[in-house]
């Protein structure tokens, strides 16, 4: 069994990857922004909304321990830090900014640019924090429509 993970924010995109033979899909950034999401706060899901496709970056990559974030204030620093460092970086010089407790002290604050936070690219595609069964109901909805406009392109054929 092969799933997809990252990139899947609507109905069509887990039209595509059942499609290219995915036997399901994982959904991530897309329920953080739902109104049941109690771990990030309005203002980080308000962060989430203005976000558009590039507003997601990849650091940490000299540890192979890629992460892609949102691009907010703590995420370009690290990327700063990672450019000056070069190949002499250690995780000691970014750890203040990397390590979870950061990240739940912007949290406590309502400060989305304090921490780093996954966050895939399927970020631009947010435009709003509906709940999870609104959501769910709009992605079966999406697929549907999606399928429903491939079906017309196909024809029975006498051959």
Same mark, same amino acid.
């Given at each position: 069994y092969l799933s997809l993970s990252g990139g899947v924010a609507h109905g069509s995109q887990i039209v595509a990857?059942?499609?290219?033979?995915?036997?399901?899909?994982?959904?991530? !950034?897309?329920? #953080?922004?739902t109104q049941e999401c109690n771990m990030f706060p309005?203002?980080?899901?308000?962060?989430?909304?203005?976000?558009?496709?590039?507003?997601?970056v990849i650091i940490m990559s000299p540890f192979?321990? &890629?992460?892609?974030?949102?691009? #907010?204030?703590?995420?370009?620093?690290?990327?700063?830090?990672?450019r000056e460092k070069g190949s002499d970086i250690k995780f000691t010089d970014i750890? !203040?900014?990397a390590k979870f407790d950061r990240l739940r002290q912007g949290m406590e604050h309502q400060d989305p640019d304090m921490g780093v936070?996954?966050?895939?690219? &399927?970020v631009g595609l947010i435009d709003d924090v509906p709940t999870c069964m609104e959501l769910v109901n709009r992605l079966i909805s999406e697929a549907n429509d999606t399928l429903n406009g491939i #079906?017309?392109?196909f024809q029975n054929s006498s051959l």
């Amino acid at each position: 069994y092969l799933s997809l993970s990252g990139g899947v924010a609507h109905g069509s995109q887990i039209v595509a990857a059942l499609a290219l033979g995915a036997s399901g899909v994982q959904i991530g !950034t897309r329920f #953080n922004a739902t109104q049941e999401c109690n771990m990030f706060p309005r203002s980080f899901k308000d962060r989430m909304l203005k976000a558009g496709v590039r507003d997601s970056v990849i650091i940490m990559s000299p540890f192979r321990a &890629s992460s892609r974030v949102l691009k #907010n204030r703590d995420a370009q620093e690290v990327l700063r830090i990672q450019r000056e460092k070069g190949s002499d970086i250690k995780f000691t010089d970014i750890a !203040t900014l990397a390590k979870f407790d950061r990240l739940r002290q912007g949290m406590e604050h309502q400060d989305p640019d304090m921490g780093v936070w996954n966050c895939g690219q &399927s970020v631009g595609l947010i435009d709003d924090v509906p709940t999870c069964m609104e959501l769910v109901n709009r992605l079966i909805s999406e697929a549907n429509d999606t399928l429903n406009g491939i #079906n017309p392109l196909f024809q029975n054929s006498s051959l």
